[in-house]
C-alpha cells in the first residue's frame, strides 16, 4: 500500500500544490473573519468553506491521476456544451441577485454556470485550436461553424445575464488560447495590442455617455452604476461609490502590519460582500500590507507555475489548456485586485482560491488538478 501511495506522488507537483493548500488555508481563516460580527453566522461559513476546501482538494486528487484523454472526447464535449447552455438558460429565468441573473439555487448551494464556462471554453478551445494546428487550418476560414456556435452562444448568454465580469473572462480565455494556437507572435500581440486600446478607449468614453439608459439596454443601468462609482467613488460615497470607498478606508486602517486577525471595522456592515468580493479589503485590514503582498505573490507563484507548466509541454493541446486555465486565474485576480484598490471597475469577480463559494471552488481546483495531471506526465516522459 505504502509503495502504491509513493508510485501514486512521485511524479507530484509539489510547486503547485503548495501555494495552493496555503490559500485554501488562509481562505479558511480570512472567511471565518470576514463574515460578520455574528458568531453563529461565521461558524457557518467557516464549515462550508472548509467543506468547499476539503471538496476542492479531493477534487485536484483525483483529476491529478486521471487519464485526460478522455477531456478530448467528442461526446465529452458536445455533451458538457449542451448541459451549460442549458445551464446558463436556467440562470436567465433565475432569481436577481446584484442586479444579475447568474446563480441557480438547489437549496443546498447555488450553482453558477459562468464559473463552470470557463474551465469548459479552456479545453474546448485547446481541443479546437490543436485540431486545426495540425491540419494546418491555423488562420484559414474556418468551414465548420459549430465550434463557433457554442462558443458565441455561451459568451452572449454571459453577457445578457448580465455578467460583464464573467463575460470578458470567458472571452479572454477564448482570445490567448486562439492566439496562441496561431504561433505568430507579432499578430497576436498586434491583436491584443487591438483590443486593449480599444477598452481603454470605450472605458473613457463611458466617463460622458451612458449606453445603457437606452432601449433594451436599461435593465442594465445598474452596471453603469459601477463605471460612475470607479470614476467617482467619494461623490457617491453614500450610494454605489460606498463599496469602493469603504475598501479604500479597509486598506488605510491596515496600514503595514493591518490591525489584527478579527479586528476589522469595515466588515462591520460598512463593506458589502466582506466574504466574497472584497475579502482582499479585510485581509488588508488585518494582515496588513504583508499579508496582503503573501496572498499576491502565492497567487502568481501558482499562476507563473501553470503557464511554465505549458510552455515546457511538447504537446499543443496540453500547452493551449494550461494557457486557458492561467488566463482565467490571471484575469480573474487582476479584476479583483483592480476592483477593490480602485484600479479598475468593481465587476463582481471572486479572487480565486480566497474567496468563499462552492461553485468557484470547484472549478477552480479541477483546472488546477487537470494541470497536476499534465505537469507529472511531463515529468514521468523526462524519466
Known amino acids: 500500500m505504502i509503495k502504491k501511495l509513493r508510485n501514486k506522488f512521485k511524479y507530484f507537483d509539489w510547486k503547485l500544490f503548495i501555494p495552493f493548500i496555503t490559500l485554501c488555508i488562509i481562505s479558511i481563516m480570512a472567511v471565518y473573519s470576514a463574515s460578520g460580527v455574528n458568531a453563529h453566522n461565521s461558524a457557518i461559513y467557516f464549515l462550508k468553506q472548509t467543506i468547499y476546501v476539503g471538496l476542492g482538494v479531493c477534487i ?29 438558460l436556467i440562470a436567465l429565468n433565475s432569481a436577481s441577485i446584484n442586479g444579475a441573473k447568474g446563480w441557480i439555487s ?148 491596515g496600514g503595514i502590519f493591518g490591525v489584527g486577525i478579527g479586528n476589522s471595522i469595515q466588515k462591520r456592515g460598512y463593506l458589502p460582500e466582506p466574504h466574497t468580493d472584497f475579502i482582499l479589503s479585510v485581509i488588508a485590514e488585518e494582515k496588513g500590507l504583508i499579508g496582503t503582498v503573501v496572498v499576491l505573490i502565492l497567487l502568481f507563484l501558482l499562476i507563473g507555475r501553470i503557464f511554465k507548466i505549458g510552455i515546457r509541454s511538447q504537446d499543443l493541446y496540453k500547452s493551449l489548456i494550461c494557457y486557458g486555465i492561467g488566463t482565467f486565474m490571471f484575469i480573474e485576480t487582476m479584476f479583483n485586485v483592480g476592483g477593490v484598490n480602485g484600479l479598475l471597475p468593481i465587476t463582481g469577480v471572486t479572487l480565486p482560491f480566497v474567496s468563499y463559494g462552492g461553485s468557484s471552488m470547484v472549478v477552480l481546483t479541477a483546472s488546477l488538478g487537470i494541470v497536476m495531471n499534465i505537469s507529472a506526465n511531463q515529468r514521468r516522459q523526462k524519466k
Open 60 to 88: 485536484v486528487l483525483v483529476m491529478a491521476h486521471l487519464k485526460i484523454d478522455f477531456l478530448k472526447n467528442p461526446k465529452f464535449l458536445f455533451g458538457n456544451a449542451v448541459f451549460l447552455i442549458v445551464l446558463l
Open 106 to 253: 438547489t437549496g443546498l448551494f447555488n450553482i453558477q454556470p459562468a464559473e463552470m464556462c470557463k474551465l469548459f471554453l479552456a479545453l474546448y478551445m485547446a481541443q479546437k485550436v490543436a485540431d486545426r494546428a495540425h491540419k494546418r487550418e491555423i488562420g484559414a476560414e474556418i468551414k465548420n461553424t459549430f465550434p463557433i456556435i457554442i462558443v458565441v452562444g455561451m459568451l452572449f448568454l454571459i453577457l445578457i445575464e448580465p455578467d460583464l465580469g464573467g463575460f470578458l473572462i470567458n472571452l479572454s480565455i477564448v482570445l490567448v488560447v486562439y492566439l496562441a494556437g496561431l504561433n505568430d507572435f507579432k499578430k497576436s500581440f498586434k491583436l491584443l495590442a487591438t483590443g486593449f486600446t480599444v477598452a481603454l478607449v470605450g472605458l473613457q468614453v463611458l466617463r460622458f455617455f451612458n449606453p445603457f439608459a437606452y432601449g433594451p439596454l436599461k435593465h442594465w443601468g445598474y452596471m453603469y452604476q459601477r463605471f460612475t462609482a470607479y470614476f467617482t467613488p467619494f461623490k457617491y460615497a453614500n450610494a454605489e461609490g460606498k463599496q469602493l470607498v469603504n475598501s479604500y478606508y479597509a486598506i488605510s486602517n
